[in-house]
């Protein structure tokens, strides 16, 4: 199963970006969907995940009400729309696929990662 995260790139304060994450190998139609973000020295913590049908979806504190999150089975594809963005949001994302159908904040719930893509958000 490979992943490839893209979209990610240079905003300005209060800008938006969408990413997308493709999957190939597998489909992964029957598996939540997760995206994480790791900025440089911390950890990679959750974003926002959603399930096998779009029908639950959570985000992280900090992005609740500027991120949300959609997929299209038909196309492999979860969407990550960012908007108000904050430097703060300067990580790298990554995209994940999930042990089943649940939905998941644990990075130990995923299976499948994408190498990321870069987001940098500046005044």
């Known amino acids: 199963v490979q992943l490839q995260a893209f979209g990610g790139g240079l905003v300005q304060i209060g800008g938006c970006l969408r990413l997308s994450c493709v999957t190939s190998g597998r489909a992964s139609s029957n598996n939540a969907m997760g995206w994480f973000r790791q900025a440089p020295g911390k950890e990679r913590e959750f974003v926002g995940t959603?399930?096998?049908?779009?029908?639950?979806?959570y985000y992280a504190d900090s992005v609740k009400d500027r991120f949300t999150i959609s997929r299209d089975n038909a196309k492999n594809t979860v969407y990550l729309q960012m908007n108000s963005l904050k430097p703060e949001d300067t990580a790298v994302y990554y995209c994940?696929?999930?042990?089943?159908?649940?939905?998941?904040?644990?990075?130990?719930?995923?299976?499948?990662w994408g190498r990321g893509t870069q987001v940098t958000v500046s005044s």
């Open positions: 959603i399930s096998w049908n779009a029908g639950a979806k």
């Open positions: 994940a696929v999930g042990r089943g159908s649940w939905t998941s904040a644990r990075t130990s719930d995923y299976q499948y």
